[in-house]
C-alpha cells in the first residue's frame, strides 16, 4: 500500500521501527522480504547506497535458503539501484535473473514486469534505442494479455524513454499522456507524469512542464519520494533558467549534484553536468538574445559568469563524459560531445569541434539515436 502511493517516508519509519523485530524471526524468506521492502522504501528516499546494501543481504539469504520468490523480488529491484550506481552491468546480471526467475511465479506479475521496465531503465542509459523500445513493446503486450494495468502504465514510460533517447520529443510527449491517464496508482501517476515533464522540457514547453514537475516536487515533499522529486527539480531548474532565473536554476542544481555526490549517485549526477553543460552553452551562444528582465534579475550572477561561461561550459560537459564513459552511458557522452563540438565551433576551434563531433557521431550511430543523430551529422556537414 505504502509503495504504490510513493509514500516513502511512512514506509522507511514503518519497518525501521520493527527491525529489531524482523531480525528476531525464524522464517529468513520472511526476513529476506523485510529488508527487501526497507531497500524498496530507502529507494524511494533516493538513499541508494543504504538500498544497495539491504537488497545484497537479502539475496545472500535467498542464495542460502534457495528461496525463488526472495530471490525473483531482489534481482527485480537491484538493477534500479546498480543503474543509479553506475553498475550496469551488474544491473543487466541481475534483471536476468528476475526475469527467469519470474516464470516460476505464476500468480505473482510483480516480478516479471519490474524485471522488464528494469530492462528499460538500463538500455535507456545505454541509449540503445531499439532495445528500449523492444522492452517497453513486451510489457504494453504483457500488459494487456494479462490485463495488468501497471505493465501497461510501464510500457508507455519505457516506449517513452525510446523515443526520448531518440529525441522524438513529441511521441515521448504522446507516449507518457497515455501512461498517466491509464494509472490509478499515485506512485504510477507520479512516474509517468516526471518523464512527461522532461519531454516537455525537452521540447521546449516550459509552461506545459511546469505543473506537471510541481506536482512531482510536491508528493516529493510530503510523503518522501525524492527519488522522482530530485530529477523533477532538476528539470523545474531548467524551466527557471528558461524564464531569466538563471542563478537560481543553476544553483538549485548544483545543491542537488552534492547530494548525489555523496550518495553514489554517478548517473544522476552525470546527467545533471550534461544539462548544466547545455544551459551554460545557451548562455555563451545567446547573449545578444538575453533580455531586459533577465538581466535584471540576474546581474551580479552574470557579471560574474559571462566572462568564463564557455570555460564553465567545457568543464560540465568534460565531467559529463567522465561519468559516461565510466559507468556506459551512451546517450549522455553522445550529447555531451556534441555540445562541446558546439562550443569549440562558436569559438572558431574547428579542429577541436570535428574531433569532438567525430566521437559523436559514432557514439549516437551504436545508440541509433534518430533526431540527435541527424543534428550531429548536420554539424559535422558545416565542420568539413
Not at 534457495?66 to 541481475?94: F, M, N
Not at 499515485?186 to 510541481?214: C, H, R, W
Request: aromatic share 10%.
Amino acid at each position: 500500500m505504502f509503495y504504490f502511493r510513493g509514500r516513502f517516508q511512512e514506509l522507511e519509519k514503518l519497518l525501521q521501527e520493527h527491525m529489531t523485530l524482523a531480525e528476531s524471526i525464524a522464517d529468513r524468506e520472511i526476513r529476506g522480504l523485510f529488508l527487501v521492502g526497507l531497500g524498496i522504501a530507502k529507494w524511494g528516499r533516493e538513499k541508494l547506497r543504504e538500498s544497495y546494501h539491504l537488497l545484497q543481504r537479502a539475496l545472500g539469504i535467498a542464495k542460502d535458503i534457495g528461496s525463488k520468490r526472495l530471490r525473483a523480488y531482489t534481482c527485480s529491484w537491484l538493477p534500479w539501484i546498480c543503474v543509479e550506481l553506475g553498475l550496469l552491468d551488474d544491473a543487466q546480471a541481475h534483471a536476468e535473473s528476475a526475469l527467469a526467475l519470474a516464470k516460476h511465479l505464476e500468480t505473482d506479475h510483480f516480478p516479471y514486469y519490474q524485471s522488464q521496465d528494469a530492462f528499460g531503465f538500463i538500455h535507456w542509459t545505454r541509449g540503445m534505442s531499439r532495445k528500449i523500445h523492444e522492452s517497453g513493446q513486451t510489457l504494453l503486450t504483457y500488459g494487456e494479455t494479462s490485463a495488468n494495468v501497471r505493465g501497461i502504465i510501464w510500457g508507455h514510460v519505457v516506449r517513452g524513454w525510446g523515443f526520448l533517447s531518440e529525441g522524438d520529443f513529441e511521441e515521448a510527449i504522446r507516449s507518457n499522456r497515455h501512461a498517466v491517464e491509464a494509472s490509478a496508482d499515485p506512485l504510477y501517476t507520479n512516474i509517468p507524469m516526471l518523464f512527461l515533464g522532461l519531454s516537455y522540457v525537452s521540447d521546449g514547453q516550459f509552461e506545459a512542464a511546469k505543473p506537471l514537475l510541481k506536482e512531482v516536487v510536491e508528493h516529493s515533499r510530503h510523503h518522501g519520494s525524492e527519488v522522482l522529486g530530485s530529477p523533477a527539480q532538476v528539470y523545474l531548474a531548467v524551466v527557471a533558467v528558461a524564464e531569466g532565473h538563471i542563478k537560481e536554476g543553476i544553483e538549485k542544481i548544483q545543491h542537488l549534484q552534492r547530494t548525489w555526490l555523496e550518495n553514489d549517485a554517478r548517473l544522476r549526477y552525470g546527467f545533471s553536468e550534461l544539462v548544466l553543460g547545455n544551459i551554460f552553452l545557451g548562455m555563451t551562444r545567446a547573449k545578444a538574445r538575453v533580455s531586459i528582465s533577465t538581466i535584471v534579475r540576474s546581474f551580479g550572477f552574470l557579471i560574474k559568469t559571462s566572462a568564463n561561461a564557455a570555460h564553465q561550459c567545457e568543464a560540465h560537459y568534460q565531467r559529463a563524459i567522465q561519468v559516461a564513459k565510466a559507468i556506459g552511458a551512451k546517450g549522455i557522452l553522445g550529447q555531451a560531445y556534441v555540445g562541446l563540438s558546439h562550443l569549440y565551433h562558436s569559438q572558431g576551434k574547428t579542429e577541436m569541434a570535428r574531433e569532438s563531433i567525430i566521437v559523436a557521431i559514432d557514439t549516437l550511430m551504436e545508440c541509433d539515436a534518430g533526431v540527435y543523430l541527424e543534428e550531429a551529422r548536420a554539424l559535422g556537414a558545416r565542420l568539413k
